[in-house]
């Protein structure tokens, strides 16, 4: 069976990673446009690459939690597709190995001189970290106001996919939102959220909690 699963920031909360943006719409006290656009890089760099250093050096000390092992897991029984808004490595870690990063990866810089020129960074990335170009690095993220270059490989594989699972995002932010879109009309869907904007139907199963009780739950199922 294929299985997409789409997966976003409540995922890698339960694991202490805290998701970007709180209510009153600040990223850690930043103004979002200030560290996650092309515009704020160009303004101040050091403050955008200063925001993502604090953020890659949490990610390496967390660790993956049960909703990233059983979605591993299911990788045993059937042909498994990770599309994560998340730009940790947390399901890698986790032994997934079919993952579509839509906004980048927190551990990977890339040139502002060639896009395609990536390379994988586990360190702080500063000012004078130059490609070999010589053109500054900066994060491989998709900052706001920048295309999302991988959202038409998984609106493909969703399309072909026989089950959907939907957990730690509400389906709000778009285009991720819009994958659920290309799901076929037998496809069934498993939506796992403590708070679901969405209710169960014939093709709906809903389970009201966390990813770290919930995924582990649906993974039995389609054992």
Not at 65 to 77: P, Q, S, T
Not at 102 to 127: A, C, M, P, Q, Y
Not at 157 to 175: A, C, F, H, N, R
Request: aromatic share 6%; with cysteine; charged share 25%.
């Amino acid at each position: 069976m294929k299985i997409a699963v789409l997966t976003g920031a409540g995922v890698s909360a339960e694991s202490g990673i805290k998701t970007f943006r709180d209510s009153d719409g600040l990223w850690e006290d930043h103004d979002v446009m200030e560290v996650a656009s092309p515009e704020g890089f160009e303004r101040n760099p050091a403050l955008v690459l200063d925001f993502y250093n604090q953020r890659r050096r949490q990610l390496l000390t967390v660790q993956p939690n049960a909703a990233h092992i059983a979605l591993a897991e299911l990788e045993k029984n059937h042909e498994v597709t990770i599309i994560t808004q998340n730009v940790d490595d947390l399901h890698e870690r986790a032994g997934s190995t079919n993952v579509i990063h839509l906004h980048g990866e927190l551990l990977k810089v890339r040139s502002t001189f060639d896009e395609d020129l990536v390379l994988d960074w586990k360190k702080d990335l500063n000012i004078g970290d130059i490609c070999e170009h010589n053109h500054q690095m900066r994060p491989h993220i998709v900052w706001f106001g920048e295309m999302v270059p991988m959202i038409e490989v998984a609106a493909a594989l969703v399309e072909k996919s026989d089950t959907i699972i939907i957990v730690g995002t509400s389906m709000q932010v778009y285009p991720a939102a819009g994958l659920v879109q290309y799901a076929k009309a037998d496809a069934h869907i498993y939506f796992v959220d403590p708070k679901p904007s969405i209710s169960k139907n014939r093709r709906i199963t809903v389970f009201a909690e966390n990813a770290s009780t919930g995924i582990p739950k649906v993974v039995e199922l389609l054992k």
